[in-house]
């Protein structure tokens, strides 16, 4: 199964913009990224998904390169709120059919 | 619309003892459900996922199994818990092909003494 790597921890101030890079480079050809939000004792939250270039919606933006091999979600103007752990997820295939790998996730702290 | 279903909320058990968690999903057939676990302040990692009734794939090997009797029911199970076992349980689905997007259910927060 694909890995994906994400950095453990990151800490940043209330009304900056945060960027979390996940790399991915056994993404296969028919895989979708995909990143999670995940508070603590609760299930993770979906936030954005896309397959190349950048797909944007009410919450953030996620750039990926034409390579495919990584991914970066870009949260705007974080609050304390956000303070959470941040999946990156990657499709595969195997013989049962579709299979889902989470990242180790980011742990981001927003101080204020 | 779907909803996904995780009892018990949480649950204390002695070592030795046995297990079982339900999930089922509503709204939806044919579902991919999953089980995964989490232990304290840590990411989470796939146990098992199934793609079809009576179809199971076991990512890590331990004394917890799955079974999915029907097809919008996910039992996670074990026959003597460890201290190891203790964690929060969620059990998620998602789509058909290449649908990336799994739904979680409420989790189960297992404490195992």
């Known amino acids: 199964l694909a890995k994906t790597t994400q950095p453990i921890s990151m800490d940043s101030y209330e009304g900056q913009e945060v960027n979390i890079t996940c790399s991915h480079n056994?993404?296969?050809?028919?895989?979708?990224i995909t990143w999670y939000q995940q508070f603590p004792s609760q299930g993770p939250r979906f936030i954005i998904q896309?397959?190349?270039t950048k797909v944007t919606n009410e919450v953030a933006s996620l750039f990926i390169p034409a390579d495919r091999k990584s991914s970066t979600l870009s949260l705007p103007r974080v609050s304390l709120s956000d303070t959470a752990v941040y999946y990156c997820l990657v499709g595969e295939w195997d013989n049962y059919g579709q299979n889902f790998v989470f990242g180790p996730g980011t742990r981001l702290s927003v101080l204020p | 619309s779907q909803t996904i279903h995780q009892w018990p909320a949480t649950l204390v058990q002695p070592v030795g003892s046995p297990l079982s968690l339900e999930c089922t999903v509503e709204g939806t057939s044919n579902p991919n459900l999953y089980w995964y676990r989490q232990a304290a302040g840590r990411g989470l990692q796939l146990l098992f996922y199934s793609v079809g009734i009576g179809q199971i794939s076991s990512e890590v090997p331990q004394n917890l199994s799955a079974s999915r009797p029907q097809d919008r029911q996910f039992i996670l199970s074990s026959k003597k818990l460890l201290l190891s076992d203790s964690g929060f349980y969620l059990c998620?689905?998602?789509?058909?092909?290449?649908?990336?997007?799994?739904?979680f259910g409420p989790g189960t927060r297992l404490t195992v003494l």
């Open positions: 896309g397959y190349k």
């Open positions: 056994n993404i296969a050809t028919n895989d979708y």
């Open positions: 998620a689905w998602s789509g058909g092909l290449a649908d990336n997007e799994q739904f």
